[in-house]
């Protein structure tokens, strides 16, 4: 093998892909916007949104209002509402409830006010009280919620009241307060959010960065006519592979590199709203080892979408060959989204779910993962890369693959 000749094709097919629109758009441009627009225009929407519905007025019906008036009147003063209050029948308030003449129902069975009296006499059950909503529409879920709130307020006031009727005091159902303390700094739990997120977005950018590469310096050349002036060139056909391979992996970790700056940025400027009690920062151990994953991963997905993009005759035909390559990445990515599952030898050896795994904790907590599994998992993905790359320089050995029409 000669590096000279490696890096004149390196050195060519980088020119070449700055020049095409499409890979330059899907490698630097949709990253780099892609967080920001997409996190903090769907955040700012939905909260928007979300703040709407909360400040319309709702109709809401009431069935049996005259078995509990105390809770009628609580009601009827929020203004919010705009209660109907004359309907008797609740298959009626169901079927206004289907076409969103009302938002939600409460039904009150009869004898509601006597069923209490009795229990907090100790002579029979607490009495049920519904509330009916269409729990698909947000509007009617989010009635439903304050309807909710509502009630358990008034229940909270009943019981107060007989408890003070009785000469105790109100709070005694209420005898010990519990307060929940959470042990994981701002960081770490930020860092949770984080690990589920950003190791299925790592993978599918660094996928999408090879792809269009990928395709343009093998079908794309074929489909240009420019593969067999490459082919009668003085450089050898592992060269020529090698160099190609070589663009394939720098626009691939190009993309994923500045979609994880442009997440981290995202993240860390506040445009996606974190629960309270968290905060996110990223490390540069954690970066530097995000990275390191990254390389034989990217190694893996270019050499994988050489083989199969180089045996099509078209760019648009090495587009339906790949499509499959993009669902089988997808699914085991997903394996961060998971929670509960812990990288074990097994896991650390298949691919994909093993760099999303490892990345995973890498986010949570860097100093505590255990240094054979990140190693396991780096070498399994380069032995992995390595097949692939071996397969990519076979394919580029039959004339029949090349010369395909």
């Given amino acids: 093998m000669n590096p000279k000749q490696v890096i004149i094709v390196y050195a060519k097919e980088i020119i070449d892909i700055l020049r095409d629109r499409r890979t330059l758009i899907s490698m630097i441009l949709v990253p780099i916007l892609l967080f920001p627009l997409l996190i903090g225009g769907m955040s700012s ?152 997120i950003l190791p299925y977005l790592v993978i599918i950018l660094t996928l999408m960065g090879a792809m269009y590469p990928a395709i343009d310096l093998t079908a794309g050349e074929k489909e240009r006519g420019t593969m067999e002036t490459l082919l009668v060139s003085p450089v050898g056909r ?29 993240m860390s400027c506040g445009l996606m709203e974190l629960e309270e009690g968290m905060s996110f920062s990223i490390s540069i151990v954690s970066v530097l080892s995000i990275l390191a994953m990254m390389i034989p991963l990217s190694m893996l997905f270019s050499a994988l979408l050489m083989a199969i993009a180089v045996f099509a005759r078209s760019y648009r035909e090495a587009q339906t060959y790949i499509s499959p390559l993009m669902i089988v990445a997808i699914l085991p990515a997903m394996v961060s989204y998971i929670p509960g599952i812990e990288l074990t030898f097994k896991l650390a050896i298949t691919p994909i779910v093993n760099v999303a795994l490892i990345l995973k904790e890498m986010l949570t907590d860097i100093k505590n993962v255990d240094p054979s599994m990140i190693f396991l998992t780096f070498v399994s993905t380069l032995v992995y890369a390595s097949a692939a790359i071996w397969l990519t320089f076979r394919q580029f050995q039959r004339e029949s693959v090349l010369f395909r029409v």
């Fill in 45 to 196: 929407l939905m909260g928007s949104q979300v703040e709407k519905i909360k400040q319309r007025e709702y109709s809401i019906a009431i069935i049996g209002g005259e078995n509990a008036p105390g809770l009628l009147a609580s009601l009827k003063e929020n203004a919010q509402f705009q209660i109907y209050d004359f309907i008797d029948d609740l298959d009626l308030a169901r079927e206004w409830l289907n076409d969103n003449t009302i938002m939600a129902a409460v039904n009150i069975p009869e004898g509601f006010k006597e069923r209490l009296g009795l229990f907090f006499a100790g002579e029979g059950e607490a009495p049920a009280l519904e509330i009916i909503a269409d729990l698909s529409d947000v509007e009617s879920e989010i009635a439903s919620k304050t309807l909710k709130y509502l009630v358990t307020e008034y229940r909270r006031s009943i019981v107060s009241e007989e408890l003070h009727n009785r000469g105790l005091r109100g709070d005694m159902t209420e005898p010990f307060a519990i307060v929940p303390v959470n042990v994981a700094s701002a960081e770490k739990m930020g860092g949770f959010v984080a690990g589920m």
């Fill in 238 to 266: 592992m060269e020529m592979v090698l160099g190609k391979f070589l663009t394939v992996i720098t626009a691939s970790l190009a993309t994923a590199i500045l979609a994880i700056i442009s997440l981290s940025v995202t």
